[in-house]
């Protein structure tokens, strides 16, 4: 999991996930499978990204209340994924939830899918959340504070930008995960994304795994973009 780089599978279809991971034949790559995806193509995506060894980062981010939570994740943590995540805004209730249904899940002798938590989406800036949440503190105190609640509820780590990582991990502990996406090359084109980072910023500030979506999979040639990323990264192909 640590110094992992997620490529982000947000595509619409098994055939353009296949179209896109064929040129990498032979790479054991971190996906993540988003809601676009599972979606439309529900567990079998999951059991055939599996089949080609690849380690799954299932991103539904769920967020109910926590009885439909805790009972959710037991299903996820049948299809034997490696990492899953809720929204911290649910509570330190519905993530207590979300963990018992993982441990209470998890097949024998299978490693449970670690947990984390959405802090702020790395779309929201500080002035979006004090205007539309209505949250009047900073946006790094926001984040803080829901990193130190899904530690508290016993989960593996946190979704956050990168500039939020270093001082998670000063107060939360080095071996709490900091997973983060808005990860975009100097050049690239930031879209949706507000709190933006370098994969070398992110590797700098100690984060444990980048996700990297539209920069790799809308590439001209993704395989190309996928090593760019790595190497600044200073990931380890498989
Ligand atoms: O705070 C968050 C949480 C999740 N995401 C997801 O990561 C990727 C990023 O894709 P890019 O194309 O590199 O922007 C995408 O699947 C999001 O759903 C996020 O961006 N921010």
């Known amino acids: ?64 209340i926590p009885n439909t939570v805790g009972s ?14 809720v929204h911290a805004a649910g509570g330190k209730e519905m993530m207590m939830r979300a963990l018992e249904g993982l441990e209470a899940a998890t097949p024998a002798g299978k490693e449970r899918p670690k ?17 539309e949440q209505l949250i009047q503190a900073s946006l790094e105190q926001s984040v803080m504070h829901y990193a130190s609640l899904a530690k508290e509820s016993g989960l593996d780590g946190v979704v956050c930008s990168s500039h939020e990582a270093s001082l998670i991990r000063q107060n939360l502990g080095t071996d709490f995960l900091t997973v983060t996406p808005g990860i975009r090359l100097g050049s690239d ?22 996700v990297v979506g539209r920069s790799i999979t809308k590439a001209a040639d993704p395989v190309k973009s996928y090593h760019k990323f790595m190497e600044e990264w200073g990931g380890i192909l498989k």
């Open 1 to 64: 999991m640590k110094n992992s780089l997620i490529v982000a599978l947000d595509f619409a279809s098994k055939k353009e996930v296949f179209e896109f991971l064929t040129p990498f034949e032979g790479e054991k790559l971190f996906v993540k499978v988003g809601m676009e995806l599972f979606y439309q193509e529900g567990p079998s995506m999951i059991h055939e990204l599996k089949e080609k060894d690849h380690e799954i980062f299932l991103d539904l981010k769920l967020h109910d």
């Open 115 to 131: 947990l984390i938590a959405v802090t702020q989406l790395t779309s929201t800036s500080e002035q979006q959340m004090q205007q």
């Open 72 to 85: 959710a994740m037991k299903g996820l943590a049948r299809l034997g994924v490696d990492l899953v995540n």
């Open 189 to 210: 084109d930031l879209q949706d994304q507000k709190r933006v980072a370098t994969p070398r910023f992110a590797r700098e500030a100690g984060v444990s795994a980048i």
